[in-house]
């Protein structure tokens, strides 16, 4: 399929929550889930202990001293929070988890580098549908490679400060280098928007051609061509959303030429929508840590406004379709939704059951977490 995700399809994922009463779910800062302790400070350090599962593999040397740790930093990881009479519901910052585990290290196995690759983008786009200067192509080309782990530096953003002495690759490339870019791509996009009389709505059509280079030497990667059909009522919506997903297509090319150019072991991405709560996000991703090949596998992005996540995965000796083969004999309930091997990524779908799951604490109060080293 050439739209993977279709992740906004799927209505009620991993739970909800809303703007007002504090619900379990996925949220923008992360998640909040259902905590039972004699505390609220207590039910703020289960909470933090209990979604390490979703960075660390269980067990580990590195899980048991990060929950040591994290729980003496509570605080620091967690947001709102409602608490009466011994339960009560924690949001989580994962953003903030995932920059503590990144600095100490633990989030990439050995063996894979240890340095997003950076990207500066350079994308012209229709004057009529720009967003202070960033389209609707641009920004989904960003979001998409951030998916994929990769730093993605837009250019025409005034403040990311991008400064080029000339128009051509060798200079846009010094630019980039200044920036710290270890990859540029240069792309144009076009779209358009006709009227369907037969629906009355608006089909936009949108194109991205872009060009990819190494930055060192202004070397040529590739062209990459991705084309995306959008219906809506709206024809500037219809020329945006067609942008948008023009952009996320084009994404997944660029990463996995990064990806291939980069070494032998290869990252893939886990699109999941679906599901109950973290629970089952975390047996997902102890079948995915199972399979023979996998190195690694960490919550990379979550979409509380979807409900949707992206989970990062290491792979050695194996690619993103023996992933899917594998995982399906692992968790026959889950429902592969797509597969794309040159993207280095796949979708799934989580069985959903109704919502109820609830953290308990094991250990009296004052005990350390219950986790074996």
Known sequence: MRRALAVAAAAGLLGACSFGRLKPGLTKEGAAVAVAAPTEADARRLAVDGALDLFLAPGSTASARMAEDFGGRAAEFTGRARFKKGKGVVELRFAKMLQALDKEGLLRPAGFPSQEP???????????????????????????????????????????????????????????????????????????AELDPATRTWRGRATLVADQYEVAGAAPVGQTQS?????????????????????????????????????????????????????????????????????????????????????????????????????????????????????????????????????????????GPGRDE
């Open 118 to 192: 950076r990207v500066l983008l350079l994308v012209s786009e229709p004057q009529g549908i720009l967003d202070l200067g960033v389209g609707p192509a641009a920004d989904a080309l960003r979001r998409g490679l951030s998916a994929y782990g990769m730093t993605a530096i837009d250019g025409r953003d005034s403040l990311n400060e991008f400064l080029a002495k000339g128009k051509d690759p060798a200079a846009l490339a010094a630019g980039a280098a200044r920036l710290g870019a270890e990859w540029m791509v240069v792309a144009a996009a076009s779209a358009s």
């Open 227 to 367: 084309d995306a059909s959008v219906l809506d009522t709206s024809s500037a919506a219809a020329r945006g959303k067609a942008l948008d997903q023009a952009g996320e297509d084009a994404a997944s090319k660029v990463a996995a030429e990064i990806v291939r150019r980069r070494s032998g072991r290869s990252e893939g991405a886990v699109f999941v929508v679906g599901g109950s709560g973290l629970d089952s996000l975390k047996s997902l991703l102890a079948a995915v840590r199972a399979v023979e090949g996998v190195e690694g596998a960490y919550l990379g992005v979550w979409r509380g406004e979807e409900q949707s996540v992206v989970l990062r995965v290491f792979m050695a000796g194996l690619k993103i379709d023996g992933l899917a083969a594998r995982l399906l004999r692992r968790y026959p309930s889950l429902t592969l939704m797509s597969v794309e091997p040159e993207a280095g990524r796949l979708a799934v779908e989580l069985p959903t059951e109704p919502y109820g799951e609830e953290v308990s604490l094991p250990h009296a109060v004052g005990e």
